[in-house]
T-cell receptor, first 110, second 113 residues
Framework: DAKTTQPTSMDCAEGRAANLPCNHS???????VYWYRQIHSQGPQYIIH???NNETNEMASLIITEDRKSSTLILPHATLRDTAVYYC???????????FGPGTRLSVLP | DSGVTQTPKHLITATGQRVTLRCSPR?????VYWYQQSLDQGLQFLIQ???????AKGNILERFSAQQFPDLHSELNLSSLELGDSALYFC????????????FGQGTRLTVV
């Protein structure tokens, strides 16, 4: 079973920041938080991952709370192409499979 | 382009038949994962291989099997197909370790008629 909970859906205005929350209250000390997205029926696309420090790349920023029980993915300037299902995943500590939950369906509105 | 190649992209077959889906991982990646996504359903983990050995198993039916070959490509074999096996099948690859991301292919869409 997925170790995370996410809102079912969210809307965001084009050009604004999209903030997608994720709860992972049972995360272990050496488990990483990963974010993926799936646009329509394409293969899931890796976005970002982190352990405890905030991370930023060309796609997004990942903010992890100090107690590591929750995180937020930030898309700084959402575009219509960011409309997708976003998955927050806690990967088990053997570096094994990625367990996908239902994710958050983000709709970016013009 | 993720670097993970899946073939074929589409496959239509009849109930009771057997098919083989193929996955070529990214160069250098030793770990391969298979996932199933039925219509409007989530991604279900099936099985993982690392350097030719099975490493983790999910909700994979007994009618399904997989293997990873010495050149690291992987095949997912689906037999005695049923209508309910119609789905997208994704392959992903990664280096080993819990700090490594996996990259997904574009999937094989299987339709059982």
């Amino acid at each position: 079973d997925a170790k995370t909970t996410q809102p079912t859906s969210m809307d965001c205005a084009e050009g604004r920041a999209a903030n997608l929350p994720c709860n992972h209250s049972t995360i272990s000390g050496n488990e990483y938080v990963y974010w993926y997205r799936q646009i329509h029926s394409q293969g899931p696309q890796y976005i970002i991952h982190g352990l405890k420090n905030n991370e930023t790349n060309e796609m997004a920023s990942l903010i992890i709370t100090e107690d590591r029980k929750s995180s937020t993915l930030i898309l700084p300037h959402a575009t219509l192409r960011d409309t997708a299902v976003y998955y927050c995943i806690v990967r088990d500590n053997y570096g094994q499979n990625f367990v996908f939950g239902p994710g958050t369906r983000l709709s970016v509105l013009p | 382009d993720s670097g993970v190649t899946q073939t074929p992209k589409h496959l239509i077959t009849a109930t009771g038949q057997r098919v083989t889906l193929r996955c070529s991982p990214r160069s250098g990646d030793l770990s391969v994962y298979w996932y199933q996504q039925s219509l409007d359903q989530g991604l279900q983990f099936l099985i993982q291989y690392y350097n030719g050995e099975e490493r983790a198993k999910g909700n994979i039916l007994e009618r399904f099997s997989a293997q990873q070959f010495p050149d690291l490509h992987s095949e997912l074999n689906l037999s005695s197909l049923e209508l309910g096996d119609s789905a997208l099948y994704f392959c992903a690859s990664s280096a080993l370790g819990w700090n490594t991301e996996a990259f997904f292919g574009q999937g094989t869409r299987l339709t059982v008629v």
